[in-house]
Nanobody
């Protein structure tokens, strides 16, 4: 199993920034890539970004140009730097590895 704990969420005004963190423990050697997803109230979970252990990165259309994913393999951590936040970015942000999910960290962006 893999345990994931997210942190770094909060409330910001539009245009602000937040940096989310996710620390993984357990069978992390099997986490070839780590992903960030988000879920807004009443909506389905949405892919945001992922990064492979080798550093290959993919972003969703909404995240591209504003969000930056990075990792520290030695610490089993993945980060999501979010800049120029918009109210539509308001959601619970979850880290994912191999189908395991963290509890999430709430991001609220006010206009």
């Amino acid at each position: 199993q893999v345990q994931l704990v997210e942190s770094g969420g909060g409330s910001v005004q539009a245009g602000g920034s937040l940096r989310l963190s996710c620390v993984a423990s357990g069978y992390t050697d099997h986490c070839y890539y780590m992903s960030w997803y988000r879920q807004s109230t009443g909506k389905e979970r949405e892919f945001v970004s992922h990064i492979t252990r080798d550093g290959a990165i993919t972003y969703s259309y909404s995240a591209k140009g504003r969000f930056t994913i990075s990792q520290d393999n030695a610490k089993n951590m993945v980060y999501l730097q979010m800049n120029n936040l918009k109210p539509e970015d308001t959601a619970m942000y979850h880290c994912n590895c191999l189908g395991f999910w963290g509890q999430g960290t709430q991001v609220t962006v006010s206009s």
